[in-house]
């Protein structure tokens, strides 16, 4: 009974790399979601798909990208990490469009 | 575009005082409303939904009524926990899961 699951739970970069932060899910759910979460500012839509080979951007997309190639995985890949790119981000995924999100407990990323 | 404004916290009440959060929404169309609780560490789990104008979601004591009319979500509880203590997201989501968030309101309970 796992749901959301998100690798790594922390992770500390220097400004340029690059990473990927993984999210799974076996609840075989459609929609999948990218957020971001800062201090005040609530949680803000990075990327978003509504199923496998589907995805598109949210409110803040610039500095990253997606793909969704299965059904389960749905990874966030910082291209050039900046310091601005330092949050807690989460995953989360739903069985259709207007449902509740079910959602991973989030990797700490400090960038440096 | 979408928008959700709620109360700034944090907020302290003492053990069974009456909780009132407000949350008000500017959206286009019929969005599905939703609060959600995060708990020190972990992501956020559903606490309640509404689907549609008048309806109220209700789960743990806690309680809102969609008000189409005053395009408002208020979350309440009459008498909080200490167990309680977390911090709460107003959401909509206005379709295809393009949710958005309110910044979220932190509750202290206090024994």
């Known amino acids: 009974n796992a749901g959301v699951t998100q690798t790594p739970k922390f992770q500390v970069l220097k400004t340029g790399q690059s990473m990927t932060l993984q999210c799974a899910q076996d609840m075989n759910h459609e929609y999948m979601s990218w957020y971001r979460q800062d201090p005040g500012m609530g949680l803000r839509l990075i990327h978003y798909s509504v199923g496998a080979g589907i995805t598109d951007q949210g409110e803040v997309p610039n500095g990253y990208n997606v793909s969704r190639s299965t059904t389960e995985d749905f990874p966030l890949r910082l291209l050039s990490a900046a310091p601005s790119q330092t949050s807690v981000y989460f995953c989360a995924s739903s069985p259709s469009e207007y449902q509740p999100q079910h959602f991973g407990d989030g990797t700490r990323l400090s960038i440096l | 575009g979408d928008s959700v404004t709620q109360m700034e916290g944090p907020v302290t009440l003492s053990e069974e005082a009456f909780l009132t959060i407000n949350c008000t929404y500017t959206?286009?169309?019929?969005?599905?409303l939703f609060w959600y609780v995060q708990y020190p560490g972990e992501g956020l789990q559903l606490l309640l939904k509404?689907?549609?104008?008048?309806d109220k979601g209700s789960n743990k004591g806690f309680e809102a009524t969609y008000r189409k009319e005053t395009t408002s979500f208020h979350l309440e509880k009459g008498s909080v926990q200490v167990s309680d203590s977390a911090v709460y997201f107003c959401?909509?989501?206005?379709?295809?899961?393009?949710?958005?968030f309110g910044t979220g309101t932190k509750l202290q309970v206090i024994p």
């Open positions: 959206a286009t169309g019929y969005p599905s």
């Open positions: 959401a909509l989501n206005g379709g295809y899961q393009k949710v958005t």
């Open positions: 509404a689907t549609k104008a008048d």
